[in-house]
């Protein structure tokens, strides 16, 4: 789905397969098409840029669309390799006033909008707990999982973590990470969240064919609410026997497809009403990076990981990879 008002002005990508085969689909003039990204920057007079790099390059390419003046940016998840360079991004943005966007469009989907609203009211009462599972590892659908993690946990900074991940043939693929991980975070507001990633974490029955596959169960002093994808949500409360149920229908198009024009509208919204604080954008995707690196650093040390998180001269995540992997 497009944003209204905007158009796509210029690809980037060093195969030129790729790059027509986008700017073909988006019929992207053949001289707004660059091999090099620098080369784009300098060139096209771009208002907005979406990054789909490899988590390895994103930096460079974040601090140099800041320096060409980019009024927003969209950036693919997971924001960095490291937690120095999510750090180092996140600076390079907030200090320069331009809005800096992950990839976390679970935000804009009305399943989540939903719940959330439900919990903000209080109709489950005092939240107490979270458990959220995905089919998809940590780099994965992971990193969905601990951004509505944070989401419900008050989108704050936890007070501890504790984790375990296992397996590593995940690490030779697009989405670099442990096969399995499970953890804990206790965060200041008295939640407690459970997180468990990838192909052990629970199924949802009869929809072995999806490659979602997301859970998301919110615990509260008087009731809970939950979201399957792709089925929908469900809420029970106090007294009552069945619970109260919005199933969706659907398809990736429409449910996804609505989600990220929403994600994209919140980079243009942002960049201009600075008063604008975008769901997936501030300080929460550095906030869901930490959350990541400290489950893998618990599995390093066999310790509980506590906030502040130190500068870590290492990237715990890529840390755990062994080292006959070859990504």
Avoid at 49 to 75: F, M, Q
Avoid at 249 to 262: F, K, P, R, V, Y
């Amino acid at each position: 789905m497009a944003n209204e008002g905007v158009s796509l002005a210029a690809v980037a990508d060093p195969i030129e397969e790729r790059r027509n085969t986008l700017g073909d689909k988006y019929g992207v003039p053949q001289e707004q098409r660059y091999p090099d990204f620098s080369d784009m920057l300098a060139k096209a007079e771009l208002d907005f840029i979406s990054l789909s790099t490899k988590p390895e390059l994103r930096e460079p390419a974040i601090v140099a669309a800041v320096e060409a003046g980019i009024r927003g940016i969209l950036c693919e998840k997971p924001m960095a390799l490291s937690l120095g360079e999510a750090r180092r991004i996140h600076a390079a943005c907030a200090g320069n006033g331009i809005p800096l966007v992950i990839n976390h469009q679970k935000r804009h989907l009305t399943e989540w909008q939903r719940l959330a609203k439900m919990c903000a009211d209080g109709e489950f009462g005092t939240i107490e707990r979270i458990d959220a599972s995905s089919y998809g590892n940590l780099a994965s659908q992971g990193t969905h999982v601990l951004d509505m993690v944070l989401q419900f946990g008050g989108d704050v900074q936890p007070l501890w973590a504790i984790g375990q991940s296992v397996g590593w043939r995940d690490y030779v693929g697009a989405h670099a990470g442990p096969r399995f991980t499970l953890g804990q975070f206790r965060f200041p507001n008295d939640i407690t969240a459970y997180v468990q990633m990838g192909d052990e974490a629970p199924q949802l029955l009869g929809r072995e064919d999806s490659w979602m596959r997301l859970q998301l169960r919110v615990w509260g002093t008087r009731g809970r609410g939950q979201v399957d994808l792709p089925i929908g949500t469900r809420a029970w409360r106090v007294g009552e026997s069945e619970p109260t149920s919005w199933p969706e229908c659907w398809t990736d198009t429409e449910n996804l497809g609505s989600a990220q024009a929403g994600l994209s509208g919140s980079v243009i919204r942002a960049a201009e009403d600075s008063s604008y604080d975008p769901p997936a954008g501030g300080i929460r995707p550095l906030y869901s990076f930490e959350m990541l690196e400290a489950l893998c650093a618990s599995t390093e040390t066999r310790e509980i990981v506590t906030w502040p998180l130190p500068e870590w001269d290492h990237s715990p995540m890529q840390n755990l990879k062994p080292v006959d992997a070859h990504v």
